[in-house]
């Protein structure tokens, strides 16, 4: 239950910065918005962004001989990509190894109206706030709408628009690639350990793709903080789990009381 309350905590901080009063999309569009997990795709090097730079790059020119740590993501978003960036960011500190000599790091924005202006701004802030490796190991992209879909179809990144909150519904996490551009491993939350992406980065650069793995994605788009509540969808959910929590405790009491000694 701490998780689940971590986790409405980081979306109604999330929904409350931008203070939407009301969403057009469904619990059943929101309910089909998720990380999910394609270990071993391989990623088309042929689709077309634009670095922080306004340079055109594809995204085969960052496949070589490092692995890869691929977020996606918005520069607008009003909280939850900044917390991705800033866990994996902490996560990075905690490595042996620096960003731009180990490995990369690529953040794509899927926000087609986002500028090159904007991904140059965010890269000072996570050079600033790492303070080590090569600067030109991180790298910030905005893309066009059918490059951007072509690329979160690959990694199964599933998202959706909201034209009356003016938000983006999506999932948190990022993907480790192998460095010839293939899926290895997900994680998803805001908070990642140093010594798990270290063993993914290992296992990427070897060329080994994780099995999938049973996650919680965040989704911070289901609080209306005009009204205090929260949407269907995670109501259900935060309901199911309490469920299984007190249903748990009770085979545990009556497991307990069952080999009780009779005196």
Known sequence: ???????????????????????????DVLVRIRFEQRPGTQLSPALVFRDETGRSVRLGDY???????????????????SLVLNGATESFRGLKGNVGEQFEVVFVSIDPSETPALAAAKKETYLRSY??????????????TNAIRALTAEIGFHFAYDPVARQFAHPSGFVVLTPDGKVSRYFTGITFAAKDVDFALRAARAGRAAPAASTWDLLCFHYAPLTG????LVMTIVRAAGITTVLALGVMVFSSHRRRPLR
Request: aromatic share 10%.
């Open 1 to 27: 239950m701490k998780i689940i309350a971590v986790i409405l905590l980081a979306c109604g901080l999330s929904s409350f910065a931008v203070a939407p009063t009301d969403s057009s999309l469904s619990d």
């Open 229 to 232: 509540k929260y949407g269907n």
């Open 63 to 81: 496949f070589g001989t490092k692995p890869i740590v691929l977020i996606p993501g918005y520069y607008g978003c009003p909280m939850l990509c």
């Open 131 to 144: 303070g080590r490796g090569r600067p030109d190991g991180w790298h910030f992209l905005t893309g066009d």
